[in-house]
């Protein structure tokens, strides 16, 4: 119960702290602002070696030594020393060194992102673009993504039809780039309405 009321009195604290950067910068907001990036930071370092490097390295080595499966073992010793290599980052006569995993990482996470973009993004966007023109939903559809696609013709200079059309794609642009705003503001609203029932229900207990 105690632990409770502590856990709630330093949550508001930090809460007003944060808020008072509404009215301008000051140390509360900076002690604050410190103690989030540190925790946050803190916790990534827990949570992965919590769900990544120990299950998937130590407990992985363990289970394929038992299991007598000895080249799946020891092959996880690669990865593992090029997490530790990338630590050589801190070290500035041998800095260099980390190159070297941080390419290999930057290679993966690109090959893999192009593949997540086509599948997820742009064969789905193609699928639908080519769907039967029978409800408006797939006329709007098909006519924004063909303007857009036309708005980023640079080939040619955007006159006569093709501007007509150029026009259209930057109406549709327009569109899209305001409603991802707008699910934004939504989601930022939402955060700050959760704070507000924070302070008056769990702290003050103004409403119920």
Same mark, same amino acid.
């Given at each position: 119960?105690?632990?409770?009321? =502590?856990?709630? /009195?330093?949550?508001?604290?930090?809460?007003?702290?944060?808020?008072?950067?509404?009215?301008?910068?000051?140390?509360?907001?900076?002690?604050?602002?410190?103690?989030?990036?540190?925790?946050?930071?803190?916790?990534?370092?827990?949570?992965?070696?919590?769900?990544?490097?120990?299950?998937?390295?130590?407990?992985?080595?363990?289970?394929?030594?038992?299991?007598?499966?000895?080249?799946?073992?020891?092959?996880?010793?690669?990865? !593992?020393?090029?997490?530790?290599?990338?630590?050589?980052?801190?070290?500035?006569?041998?800095? /260099?060194?980390?190159? /070297?995993?941080?390419?290999?990482?930057?290679?993966?996470?690109?090959?893999?992102?192009?593949?997540?973009?086509?599948?997820?993004?742009?064969?789905?966007?193609?699928?639908?673009?080519?769907?039967?023109? =029978?409800?408006?939903?797939?006329?709007?559809?098909?006519?924004?993504?063909? !303007?857009?696609?036309?708005?980023?013709?640079?080939?040619?200079?955007?006159?006569?039809?093709?501007?007509?059309?150029?026009?259209?794609? =930057?109406?549709? =642009?327009?569109?899209?780039?305001?409603?991802?705003?707008?699910?934004?503001?939504?989601?930022?609203?939402?955060?700050?309405?959760?704070?507000?029932?924070?302070?008056?229900?769990? /702290?003050?207990?103004?409403?119920?």
């Amino acid at each position: 119960m105690i632990a409770s009321i =502590i856990g709630t /009195w330093v949550a508001a604290t930090l809460t007003l702290a944060i808020l008072s950067f509404l009215y301008r910068d000051n140390p509360f907001y900076k002690v604050a602002e410190h103690l989030y990036v540190g925790i946050s930071a803190g916790f990534a370092v827990v949570y992965v070696w919590a769900f990544d490097v120990w299950p998937m390295l130590v407990d992985s080595f363990r289970t394929h030594l038992a299991e007598g499966n000895r080249v799946e073992a020891w092959i996880l010793i690669v990865p !593992a020393v090029l997490g530790v290599v990338m630590l050589a980052r801190t070290i500035p006569k041998i800095s /260099w060194i980390s190159r /070297w995993p941080i390419s290999f990482t930057i290679g993966i996470g690109a090959g893999l992102g192009l593949v997540a973009t086509i599948q997820g993004y742009l064969l789905p966007q193609v699928s639908d673009t080519l769907r039967p023109l =029978i409800t408006a939903n797939n006329v709007v559809l098909f006519v924004g993504v063909i !303007a857009t696609l036309f708005y980023f013709y640079f080939s040619k200079e955007h006159k006569g039809a093709l501007g007509v059309v150029s026009r259209v794609g =930057i109406v549709f =642009i327009m569109v899209a780039f305001g409603a991802s705003f707008g699910y934004t503001i939504m989601a930022r609203i939402s955060l700050l309405i959760g704070r507000f029932y924070f302070l008056l229900h769990d /702290w003050l207990h103004i409403i119920r």
